[in-house]
């Protein structure tokens, strides 16, 4: 089977959900400034001498120790107490600062994510520390260290985060030292859209790094040809896919040599507010895709609700005409099941009813098999709607959903989602070319 469209789709789908992850950086310092009364608030103290930090070691292992030879049961209740020492400690700069660093060491040693990186971010905001790189420092001991499913989906998740934030930075290097290490975290933790997400993560970053001398080419030539139109392509989509700078980027695809990108960026730097507005933006990336799906494909789509207690569903062709949606979340947060559009509503095909079918801040993975005789949806791997995919009937209405065969992604309103992964696999069939925008 040959892939279909994936490359950019995972490309796009990677870059959003990195951008995602760098959205909240836990512990970056606070901005420099005074309040409203005049005082300095957002300052990172210096940090503590060596022969300050020393004094200091001293006093804090007469309360607590020589917690860096204790037994590895006790090292993360050790580490929690430091953390909440260092809060309490107030007058003693060094002897805070080494609370907080030795705290994340500790925890860090013995795989709990969660209290190394309360450390670290402390430390970070406290004091002019590099806390990217002691987050991904504590993070690769973190990695070695998680040997139980929980601990290593949480070492494998803040991975993520710092990855995303490295990237954001311009540190591929690095981030791609922090994916390696947190690889074998994220297939201990045994959830599988965490491993997908991982490995997609690195493949993105493969990527990156293969196009970093292409876009200093592209810089180079629009430094002496500001509208050369493959320099502005070339470095405007590493800025989007790259660098996650999609206004600089857009504009610079917008100079481009492609019509369809050109029509696509601009009506995304318009900034459309109306829900017709917003749907052209949508559809005119979509229609930049330039292909329709094969008769038969695997749609595979790794994801988690973020927000929200309602749907979240794909929009898939059918390989004799028209359209149907596969939904989870939706009816009450109940169900998983395929539905169709027509004469202003869903009709549900199949309905599995799960208790709660969507957690929000789960992962999931669910991947739809569309044949010309049947539908099957898995999630994570269970087969859990099936139906019929030659029924004439479902033919009306397509319209109602567009009007042409492309595959789509829907939520609810009031929900949101993180995608993770989409990928397009052709079974049979290689698809239709659609015009060409505006011709």
């Given at each position: 089977?040959a892939?279909?469209?994936?490359?950019?789709?995972?490309?796009?789908?990677?870059s959003?959900?990195?951008?995602?992850?760098?959205?909240?950086?836990?512990?970056?310092p606070?901005?420099?400034?005074?309040?409203e009364?005049?005082?300095?608030v957002?300052?990172?103290?210096?940090?503590?001498d060596?022969?300050?930090?020393?004094n200091?070691?001293k006093?804090?292992?007469e309360?607590?120790g020589?917690?860096?030879?204790?037994?590895?049961?006790?090292?993360?209740?050790?580490?929690?107490?430091?953390?909440?020492?260092?809060?309490?400690?107030?007058?003693d700069?060094?002897?805070r600062?080494?609370?907080?660093?030795d705290?994340?060491?500790?925890?860090?040693?013995?795989?709990d994510?969660?209290?190394?990186?309360?450390g670290?971010?402390?430390?970070?905001?406290?004091?002019?520390?590099?806390?990217?790189?002691?987050?991904?420092?504590?993070?690769?001991?973190?990695?070695?260290a998680?040997?139980?499913?929980?601990?290593?989906?949480?070492?494998?998740?803040?991975?993520?985060?710092?990855?995303?934030?490295?990237?954001?930075?311009?540190?591929?290097?690095v981030?791609?030292?922090?994916?390696?290490?947190?690889?074998p975290?994220?297939?201990?933790?045994?959830d599988?859209p965490?491993?997908?997400?991982v490995?997609?993560?690195?493949?993105?970053?493969?990527?990156?790094?293969?196009?970093?001398s292409?876009?200093?080419?592209?810089?180079?030539?629009?430094?002496k040809?500001?509208?050369?139109?493959?320099?502005?392509?070339v470095?405007?989509?590493?800025?989007?896919?790259?660098?996650?700078?999609?206004?600089?980027?857009?504009?610079a695809?917008?100079?481009?040599?492609?019509?369809?990108?050109?029509?696509?960026?601009?009506?995304?730097?318009?900034?459309?507010?109306?829900?017709?507005?917003?749907?052209?933006?949508?559809?005119?990336?979509?229609?930049?895709?330039?292909?329709e799906?094969?008769?038969?494909?695997?749609?595979q789509i790794?994801?988690?609700?973020?927000?929200?207690?309602?749907f979240?569903?794909?929009?898939?062709?059918?390989?004799?005409?028209g359209?149907?949606?596969?939904f989870?979340?939706?009816?009450?947060?109940?169900?998983?099941?395929?539905?169709?559009?027509?004469?202003g509503?869903?009709?549900?095909?199949?309905?599995?009813?799960?208790?709660?079918?969507?957690?929000?801040?789960?992962?999931y993975?669910?991947t739809?098999?569309?044949?010309?005789?049947?539908?099957?949806?898995?999630?994570?791997?269970?087969?859990?709607?099936?139906?019929p995919?030659?029924?004439?009937?479902?033919r009306?209405g397509?319209?109602?959903?567009?009007?042409?065969?492309?595959?789509?992604l829907?939520?609810?309103?009031?929900?949101?989602?993180m995608?993770?992964?989409?990928e397009?696999?052709?079974?049979?069939?290689?698809?239709?070319?659609?015009?060409?925008p505006?011709?």
């Amino acid at each position: 089977m040959a892939t279909f469209g994936s490359r950019l789709i995972a490309i796009l789908t990677t870059s959003v959900m990195l951008a995602g992850y760098c959205a909240a950086v836990a512990g970056a310092p606070a901005e420099a400034g005074n309040d409203e009364r005049g005082v300095a608030v957002g300052v990172r103290a210096p940090v503590p001498d060596a022969a300050a930090q020393a004094n200091a070691e001293k006093l804090i292992h007469e309360v607590f120790g020589n917690y860096a030879a204790a037994a590895a049961g006790t090292r993360a209740a050790t580490a929690a107490k430091m953390l909440d020492q260092a809060a309490a400690t107030q007058n003693d700069a060094a002897a805070r600062y080494m609370l907080l660093k030795d705290s994340a060491s500790l925890a860090a040693a013995a795989g709990d994510a969660a209290t190394a990186m309360r450390g670290v971010a402390t430390l970070n905001s406290l004091y002019d520390v590099d806390g990217l790189e002691m987050r991904c420092a504590v993070i690769r001991t973190c990695a070695v260290a998680a040997t139980t499913p929980q601990a290593a989906g949480a070492v494998a998740n803040e991975g993520l985060s710092a990855a995303g934030e490295t990237v954001a930075a311009g540190n591929f290097d690095v981030a791609g030292r922090l994916l390696a290490a947190i690889e074998p975290a994220a297939r201990i933790s045994t959830d599988k859209p965490l491993m997908a997400t991982v490995t997609s993560c690195i493949e993105y970053l493969r990527w990156i790094q293969s196009q970093v001398s292409a876009d200093q080419l592209a810089v180079e030539t629009l430094a002496k040809s500001p509208s050369d139109a493959d320099a502005n392509l070339v470095h405007g989509l590493f800025l989007c896919f790259g660098k996650n700078d999609w206004d600089d980027g857009l504009r610079a695809i917008a100079k481009g040599p492609n019509d369809g990108l050109k029509a696509a960026a601009l009506k995304d730097l318009s900034n459309p507010t109306a829900a017709g507005q917003q749907a052209a933006a949508g559809n005119a990336w979509w229609e930049s895709a330039e292909r329709e799906p094969p008769e038969e494909y695997d749609l595979q789509i790794d994801f988690a609700r973020r927000t929200g207690n309602d749907f979240f569903g794909a929009i898939c062709p059918l390989p004799h005409g028209g359209s149907v949606a596969w939904f989870a979340g939706g009816w009450g947060n109940h169900a998983i099941c395929f539905a169709h559009f027509i004469n202003g509503g869903w009709f549900v095909l199949t309905a599995h009813d799960v208790g709660v079918a969507v957690a929000n801040g789960q992962h999931y993975s669910v991947t739809i098999r569309m044949r010309r005789e049947s539908a099957r949806a898995y999630h994570n791997g269970e087969l859990v709607s099936e139906m019929p995919s030659n029924n004439k009937d479902l033919r009306a209405g397509q319209d109602e959903v567009g009007g042409k065969s492309v595959i789509g992604l829907t939520i609810d309103p009031l929900s949101s989602a993180m995608i993770y992964k989409m990928e397009l696999t052709e079974v049979t069939g290689r698809g239709q070319h659609l015009p060409t925008p505006g011709k």
